[in-house]
């Protein structure tokens, strides 16, 4: 099946400030890109869809302004989580699409702990 | 309610046992289905498909219930490496996750 990598696959930071986790596509072409997120024994929730080129849509009670969406080229998607605090820590997972299909790929996942 | 909702478990099953369980959805128009398997810290993976007419992958078996709203997983002969939590997915416009049903096999 198709890679996705995510980096970095864990990272601490202090409350207030921002976090980048990127999102590559390393075997094919992904026009759409996804981010999700997961708190303990929660499901994933959708927080936002990208798609090369054009701004991200945003699912309801995602703040865009706190969770920048960069979908710059067709293998990399960049999410930055804006002034951190702890109820920020998750687990943030990123998924492609080929082009054609409709499977959805995931990647490894970012454990975000802010303290 | 909930998209899609499943019983969370745990349900702990000795190795060689047969294992089974459901998941509801509330959108009668959804037309696709999946189940994936995510291990502890892990990201999901694509377990199988869901066809209406039911689909067998190997130990799994996986049923379709339209009437009723529900998706079922099958595990027979359970093997130590399928203690995982199995999430129920649904794929409309976008995929919705169950919260996951825990499985462990026991030795």
């Known amino acids: 099946g198709a890679v996705v990598s995510q980096h970095p696959s864990w990272v601490i930071c202090k409350s207030g400030t921002s976090v980048k986790i990127e999102c590559r596509s390393l075997?094919?072409?992904?026009?759409?890109m996804f981010w999700y997120r997961q708190f303990p024994k929660q499901s994933l929730m959708l927080m936002a869809t990208?798609?090369?080129?054009?701004?991200?849509?945003?699912e309801q009670g995602v703040e865009k302004d706190k969770f920048l969406i960069n979908h710059a080229s067709l293998t990399l998607s960049t999410l930055t989580v804006t002034s951190a605090h702890p109820e920020d820590s998750s687990f943030y997972i990123c998924?492609?699409?080929?082009?054609?299909?409709?499977?959805?790929?995931f990647g490894p996942g970012t454990r975000l702990t802010v303290t | 309610r909930k998209e899609v909702e499943q019983d969370p478990g745990p349900f702990n099953v000795p190795e060689g046992a047969t294992v089974a369980f459901n998941c509801t959805y509330s959108n009668s128009a959804s037309q696709s289905f999946f189940w994936y398997r995510q291990d502890c810290r892990k990201e999901p993976k694509l377990l199988m498909s869901?066809?209406?007419s039911g689909n067998e992958d190997g130990r799994f078996t996986a049923q379709l219930n339209r009437a009723s709203q529900y998706i079922s997983l099958l595990i027979r002969d359970s093997k130590l490496s399928d203690s995982a939590t199995y999430l129920c997915?649904?794929?409309?416009?976008?995929?919705?996750f169950g919260a996951g049903t825990t499985v462990t096999v026991r030795a």
């Open positions: 869901v066809y209406s």
């Open positions: 998924s492609s699409k080929i082009r054609q299909g409709y499977e959805q790929y």
């Open positions: 075997d094919f072409q992904a026009t759409t």
């Open positions: 990208s798609n090369e080129g054009s701004k991200a849509t945003y």
């Open positions: 997915v649904v794929n409309d416009y976008k995929l919705s």
